[in-house]
């Protein structure tokens, strides 16, 4: 086989502008497979980071009325209505959670309402944590100016960039907040701007974080709250599942029962609650996937083409080979290897090329310059992953293919008369 | 002198007496109206809006719009606890909440629609004061619970015998003032004299007023219950 392999790519060589040109195809088709899976990579970890660090850690325990449908938008991952004991419950699974691998437990309350500043309003989200025990949120968000809400503080709220560009409000402001209680009541409250942190997902552009009591306040649900976030030491799946299972059997232990008649506690991963997140990555998954069939197709046509153009032109030489003894297996086995080694040869530079692409995006970011690709890569830089696995899966499909694609026309070589091929002018 | 005093204080009305008569100042129970809204905000055009009304008792209550010509037939509708908004472009009736506001401005559903106060709040008669040159009763509302909107409302009534309101200052649940009415230019409009023009000042958002002036009013008219659905609502009945 080894010898055989020599020949083969050895013959790659004797028709170098016809392989460069089919062999260019797949050059960039396993570039652009490499390519697009950094994206999407990069999308996926970009949502998921998100998701997890601001939202609903790995797992999160909240009140759903019993229809609940999400309407694939990325509040839903909030709760919309009063968990009851919930700042017992979080202390409770950070206590027992020991066992199944809970870094933290921390209940938050999300409402949104108007945010007032001078002559100008706007609608605000506005989330209370407890500030000393969001270290992923911190890391999420870093500021661009002032700093993280710090402790004991009551007056403190620190908000995004683009909310506070549009109230134009700075380090050292007053914002009021105005919002209309669970119970119905209109109520407001003035906090001091604390810190700004840089623009993310679009969906945070209107976020106002305030201390969970000051919240509580606000909303006047004194300790309440409408999610638990639970953080994972491995958010790995098994442990998710695994956390999930044992948090559900405390929150039934614990009796905790909604207000609400038709309304339920729920123990969701981080899946379940971010649907929105999720149906982003499967719709990039799918579009990759249609991209890459529709490359495999014309790198295959292109690899068809000049293998059985090769076979034409060498029809002398295999009437040759196969006079003088070359059994058709062999002949076979000569043209796929040659189809491997082109393969080989054109990954290797594809996914050094698409590879190089990834890594020096991953450095610097792709801006996302419209809402809508900011919604999409749930951010409004996207910074692309490059994993071994995603270049090991474009090399090896683009190898294999190059092999498949060799078959048909090794086959034509094979079945060449040996008489009639000499005779071929 | 102590039983003229006593005489004057048996004859003063009750604070319940007081806000019951100046709920039924501007509109009786049952009416039709004209209105215009002016919506002032800072650096941006005046907005103007006219519309038709119809209210019957506390509960039931209409409004569509009929100028400009491009929000025609944009129209709330209040019936009980709930109010929905029909807008023609896309011909959808939506239910949206008494807190949020209304076209645009300064007064929410729950302000335009539930104009009863004796319904929600406990009155008490503080005192009697001058407001802008005008003799006053000032009453302290306290909800009666947390459900309802504004927690207290500071409320001066006029203390000549109308019993026109003058004056409300809506205050949170934490005691912020939210926003302030002020009402005023008392004019003959449909059977009777009656303050014509509302305006709603928010006490947070710098510059920002919204104007309601009535141009027409007709009480006790007598209405079908089944104008005041969603059905109708979306058929412009």
Redesign the interface.
């Known amino acids: 086989m080894t010898p055989l392999l020599g020949i083969a790519f050895r013959n790659l060589l004797r028709a170098k502008r016809r392989n460069a040109l089919s062999g260019g195809t797949m050059v960039l088709g396993s570039a652009a497979l490499v390519l697009g899976s950094g994206l999407s990579d990069g999308i996926a970890k970009q949502l998921t980071a998100n998701l997890v660090a601001v939202q609903t850690g790995h797992v999160q325990v909240v009140v759903r009325p019993a229809d609940f449908q999400p309407q694939n938008s990325p509040f839903d991952a909030y709760g919309q209505d009063h968990l009851p004991q919930a700042m017992a419950l979080a202390r409770e699974i950070e206590a027992a959670g020991s066992t199944f691998g809970v870094a933290r437990a921390v209940p938050y309350l999300q409402l949104r309402g108007t945010a007032?500043a001078?002559?100008?309003?706007s609608l605000a989200s506005l989330i209370g944590i407890e500030a000393d025990r969001e270290p992923e949120l911190r890391a999420a968000f870093p500021p661009e100016a002032g700093t993280f809400l710090p402790d004991g503080d009551p007056l403190a709220t620190y908000i995004a960039a683009p909310i506070a560009r549009k109230l134009r409000l700075g380090v050292g402001d007053t914002v009021?907040f105005?919002i209309?209680?669970p119970?119905?009541?209109?109520?407001?409250?003035?906090a001091i701007v604390c810190g700004v942190f840089r623009k993310n997902a679009p969906w945070y552009d209107n976020a106002f974080y305030l201390p969970l009591a000051s919240m509580q306040?606000?909303v006047?649900w004194p300790g309440g709250a409408t999610n638990v976030k639970v953080t994972l030491r491995d958010g790995g799946p098994a442990s998710i599942r695994r956390a999930r299972e044992a948090i559900a059997a405390l929150v039934a232990e614990s009796h905790v029962a909604p207000e609400a008649k038709d309304a339920q506690v729920r123990v969701e991963t981080f899946e379940e609650a971010g649907r929105f997140s999720f149906s982003i990555i499967q719709a990039n998954e799918t579009a990759l996937l249609v991209l890459s069939g529709f490359l495999f197709l014309a790198a295959a046509v292109g690899i068809v083409n000049s293998m059985l153009m090769s076979v034409h032109e060498r029809t002398r030489e295999i009437g040759t080979v196969r006079a003088l003894g070359m059994r058709r297996a062999l002949v076979v086995r000569l043209f796929v290897l040659e189809g491997l080694a082109l393969g080989l040869v054109c990954a290797a530079l594809g996914v050094a090329l698409g590879g190089s692409i990834v890594l020096y995006y991953a450095a610097t970011g792709i801006p996302m310059n419209t809402i809508t690709l900011a919604w999409m890569a749930g951010g409004d830089v996207l910074f692309p992953v490059l994993r071994a696995a995603s270049v090991l899966r474009a090399g090896l499909l683009i190898a294999g293919l190059s092999t498949l694609a060799a078959i048909y026309p090794a086959f034509t070589a094979s079945r060449l008369e040996p008489r009639e091929a000499l005779h071929h002018v | 002198m102590s039983s003229l005093l006593l005489c004057l204080l048996l004859a003063a009305p009750t604070a319940e007496a007081i806000v019951r008569q100046a709920d039924r100042a501007v509109l009786g129970e049952n009416a039709t109206y004209t209105l215009r809204m002016t919506v002032e905000?800072?650096?941006r055009a005046e907005r103007v809006v006219e519309m038709r009304g119809w209210k019957k008792g506390d509960d039931l209550g209409l409004v569509r719009y009929t100028a400009p010509a491009r929000e025609r037939n944009t129209a709330y509708l209040r019936n009980g606890d709930s109010t929905w908004l029909y807008l023609p472009a896309g011909e959808k009736v939506v239910r949206v909440?008494p807190?949020q506001n209304f076209g645009g401005g300064d007064f929410s559903n729950g302000d335009i629609f539930r104009l009863s106060l004796i319904k929600d709040y406990d009155p008490t008669l503080v005192g009697e004061e001058s407001l802008d040159g005008i003799p006053c009763y000032r009453l302290d509302l306290k909800?009666k619970?947390?459900?309802?909107?504004?927690?207290r409302v500071v409320y001066w009534v006029r203390r000549d015998g109308t019993f026109y309101p003058v004056r409300a200052d809506?205050h949170?649940?934490?005691g912020?003032k939210?926003k302030s009415l002020a009402v005023s230019k008392i004019a003959r409009v449909g059977s009777r004299e009656r303050p014509t023009v509302l305006a709603m000042e928010?006490a947070?958002?710098?510059?920002?007023r919204t104007t309601l002036e009535f141009l027409a009013i007709e009480d006790d008219v007598k209405m079908d219950d089944r104008i005041f659905t969603p059905s109708a609502l979306e058929k412009g009945e």
């Open positions: 007032i001078g002559n100008r309003s009021s105005v209309q209680t119970q119905g009541a209109v109520n407001s409250r003035d306040e606000l006047d | 905000r800072p650096g909440g807190k909800a619970d947390r459900s309802v909107a504004y927690d809506y949170t649940l934490s912020k939210l928010s947070l958002e710098t510059g920002s």
